[in-house]
């Protein structure tokens, strides 16, 4: 695939993304990165992704700081933090076409869990999170996709929704510049990746944007299925390919 053909799928992937982040509140480093590793490799689409996640998340910061809860996620990111260097030197051992399906089936494996309702059914003790922690901090190392056993755990609590998200966007946020900061230090930041973020921003932003105003007008438990449909679809198709 020629260059300029590369880097339209890769802005109208980012316009899709923003999109269902927009709506749903997750969901855009799952959309993205299994054809973005497909498209440009494991090792530009991972800082790829988590530099426009980090935009998306960094607008809501100030309006949230007093809803998260800061107890609970603190082990969660140390955790992550710590074992996230691991999932980095995966990134840049393993097999490009390894790295790529290993995506790809943590986006199925979510996806289902998401569709079968199925969610945590303990409690939030502190060696669970950091347990958990370290899982998502290796996956965001391999992936950019290290939300989805830190959704699934903070859904289970009888916090308030808000409370919630405002705990996964800081963790989503705080994550991102560690991996970041960890990928510049490993050279994976290129002039390349900062090109393509450059170009992807607008229309991933938009869609963001879009998306939240539109929220209120449709259906989320509809959007976040067929969401979740594509997810798998796009997931599915990327692992045979």
Known sequence: MSAPST?????ALGALAGLVRGVT????????SPPLALLLGPSVA??????LEGFAAAPMLPGLRRQARWPLLIPILLAATAC??????????LDREITRRMIALFVIGFSLMLLAGIRWRGVHRLRTSLGLGALSGVMVGTSGIGAPPVILYLLAGSDHPATVRATM?????????VALTVFLIQGL???KVLMLALAMTPLFMAGVTFGGRIFARLSEERFRRLTIWL???????????
């Open 7 to 11: 880097w339209f799928l890769a802005i």
């Open 84 to 93: 996230l260097p691991l999932g980095v030197l995966l990134l840049t051992h």
């Open 189 to 191: 930041i290129t002039e």
């Open 46 to 51: 991972v800082p790829l992704v988590l530099i």
């Open 25 to 32: 509140g997750f969901g855009a480093a799952m959309v993205m």
């Open 231 to 241: 997810m798998l679809a796009v997931s599915a198709m990327i692992l045979i390919a």
């Open 169 to 177: 966007t800081f963790y989503v946020a705080l994550i991102s510049i």
